[in-house]
């Protein structure tokens, strides 16, 4: 019972802090794709993969007093900020959660600013397609967002690092 | 002639008790109506579990695809059609999307989905791309077409405007659903004016506009969600159904693992509880399938998933409490858990909390990860406003998510006292619970 639950507060846990809602879905949904077990359904929305069963998740783990949600300003607009409680740790502590190749990810991605990780998360969510199709999708759809093809380059390669530190867990 | 501009001889017409009529002409859409994955739907239910709370709501994902198809072929044929920002090439494109944007749902879809970590998108997809007869009408038309029309339901097709008429705040599908559910339910809500929001809906480039006269219409249609989601799609009665059921394929799931002889092989579950199912073994799986398992299974030999079937079968429901989580209700549900086991009633299949949530309505915000594409009105001087800008109403309940957590139990068992008569009046206080 609640083991997804469990999944997103250790998450958290294990990145300290997440600041932006907009990078805890990626980091999530990028997680779920290095095959690590998170269950969120993810839909591409207008501007990439989005959960709404995370958001949910999220809302009802703050309801419960297992996170904490911190509103923030930021230039123009207002962020969100989640972190674990102690009510979680208490949560956590009783729950099993073996992940244990997930800090190393998690801690990388956390590092990462969310535009970066949006890049990442949308050439995961066409991993079926050819580099050269990717590339013509994220100029298409992401066209406000102007990423170049270098960064598209680097989306790649760090995909790869990605993927090399979730080996140990036998994930990927 | 080219296939995808060949027409019918004579138009053909669905009745329909929503929009009286479907029409249709092209030879594309009759074909694809005729495939035996379009023909499957009519073995998967729109609304799930919910007949078992408003006995009409019987209606079929076909008559709800037919109705989707039916508003887009409106909108392209009789309001965008010869308007400037309008592509008629992408006409063919927005009407095989609306009718196949469901082609993937399995039976019962919700609890399906979840037990067997399934995605209906990904099978929309497959069915649209892989060897099936959809594929090959699609085929027929263009060797990218089916493609094309795997992207517009995918929400990746590069034209935002045909993608924002099957997927947006204001689209084709939810203002089907929300008629035809409203009609099949017999509820009073869920109607709004279309024929008036159609009227006033305009091409452009990236998503369609409502004239600024229709903003009331379009105030009607985001209430009539609203009340919609929380009289009939989120009702409790419905949710224990669903709670029930996303049980039953637990359990069934469980006792394969753990090596149960089956009295009724579940064949058709095999590669669902080994996690390799094909698209065939997909194809294969509908309602009625299920539900000749689920009257196999109230003769099993485990008693919980004959239980659970007997349950579901003949409408025997799980009672429900209101729960807020918070510290205390989370310990007093690990309490409720550790008395329910020394019951010897099974708290994994017996004591569920379930969560309905909605967003009736929202708008994108710099920073945020909501990302919906607002509903936009255009001005008599031309100029675009977001909704919530015009609508006090809309204003009222923009970004606002309201969400309902319940807990599930079953009260029969609870106020059987031949066995554990103590430990259950413990729980039923917890509860409180009636005796």
């Known amino acids: 019972m609640f083991k997804d639950h469990a999944n997103i507060i250790n998450a958290i846990s294990t990145a300290g802090e997440i600041s932006g809602r907009k990078k805890l879905q990626k980091i999530v949904y990028i997680a779920k794709k290095l095959s690590f077990p998170f269950h969120e359904k993810f839909q591409f929305h207008f501007y990439g993969p989005y959960s709404e069963e995370l958001t949910l998740r999220i809302e009802e783990l703050c309801e419960m007093g297992y996170l904490n949600e911190v509103k923030e300003k930021k230039a123009g607009y207002y962020q969100y900020c989640y972190s674990i409680t102690d009510a979680g740790q208490d949560f956590l502590s009783i729950q099993e959660v073996e992940m244990p190749a997930l800090e190393a990810c998690l801690l990388d991605m956390n590092e990462q600013n969310a535009r970066f990780l949006e890049l990442v998360s949308t050439v995961l969510y066409f991993d079926t397609l050819e580099k050269e199709e990717v590339t013509e999708k994220i100029f298409t759809l992401k066209s406000k967002q102007k990423y170049t093809p270098e960064e598209i380059e ?15 867990n036998g994930c990927f | 002639m ?3 501009a060949e027409k019918l001889q004579e138009e053909k017409v669905f009745k329909d008790p929503v929009h009286r009529y479907i029409h249709v002409r092209d030879r594309v859409i009759w074909d694809l109506i005729g495939t035996k994955e379009f023909q499957r739907l009519r073995r998967i239910k729109q609304l799930g579990t919910t007949y078992l709370t408003f006995h009409g709501a019987e209606h ?15 909108i392209v044929d009789d309001v965008f059609e010869g308007r400037p920002e309008w592509k008629p090439e992408e006409r063919l494109l927005s009407l095989c999307a609306a009718l196949l944007h469901d082609l993937g ?3 019962f879809s919700h609890s399906f989905e979840k037990v067997f970590d399934l995605d209906h998108e990904h099978f929309t997809q497959q069915i649209i791309v892989g060897d099936t007869e959809v594929n090959k009408i699609l085929l027929r038309v263009g060797r990218d077409f089916p493609k094309k029309v795997a992207e517009v339901i995918a929400k990746t097709y590069k034209g935002k405007l045909v993608v924002s008429l099957i997927s947006s705040q204001i689209d084709a599908d939810r203002m089907d659903y929300l008629q035809r559910d409203a009609y099949f339910t017999g509820v009073s809500y869920g109607h709004f004016d279309m ?25 009607d249609y985001i209430m009539s969600r609203y009340q919609m989601y929380w009289q009939v799609y989120f009702h409790p009665v419905t949710r ?41 073994d997909y194809l294969k799986m509908d309602e009625a399938v299920m539900l000749y398992y689920f009257e196999a299974w109230e003769e099993e030999n485990d008693a919980i998933l004959k239980d659970l079937c007997t349950r579901f079968m003949n409408r025997k429901l799980f009672k429900y409490a209101e729960f807020h989580p918070s510290n205390s209700q989370m310990n007093k ?5 550790t008395l329910f086991k020394k019951a010897g009633i099974d708290p994994d299949y017996y004591l569920v909390v379930d969560s309905s949530s909605d967003l009736p309505y929202d708008f994108y915000r710099p920073g945020e990860e909501e990302e919906r594409l607002p509903i936009h009105l255009l001005k008599n001087n031309g100029e675009i406003r977001e909704l919530s800008r015009e609508s006090e109403i809309v204003d ?16 029969d068992i609870l106020r059987d006292e031949s066995t554990k008569k103590n430990i259950k009046k413990q729980i039923r206080t917890l509860l409180e619970l009636s005796d």
């Open chain 1, 154 to 168: 680097e989306a790649y390669k760090y995909i790869d690092q990605l993927k090399t530190k979730a080996k140990p």
């Open chain 2, 2 to 4: 080219e296939y995808s």
């Open chain 2, 60 to 74: 079929s994902r076909l008559s709800h695809s037919l109705g989707v198809y039916e508003i887009v072929r409106r």
């Open chain 2, 105 to 107: 749902h399995g039976p």
């Open chain 2, 195 to 219: 024929e008036r929001l159609l009227r006033v809906m305009r091409p452009r480039e990236e998503h369609a506009v409502i004239k600024q006269s229709g903003m009331h219409a379009v105030e």
């Open chain 2, 240 to 280: 224990s159904a669903e709670v029930i059921l996303t049980k039953i394929l637990h359990r069934a799931k469980h006792l394969y693992e753990a090596g149960y002889e089956f009295a009724q092989q579940p064949h058709h579950f095999y590669s669902l509880f080994k996690g390799e199912v094909t698209l065939a």
């Open chain 2, 333 to 337: 549900l690990m309490e409720l858990r």
């Open chain 2, 396 to 411: 009222a309940i923009s970004g606002k998510r309201r969400t309902d957590h319940k807990l599930y139990y079953p009260a």
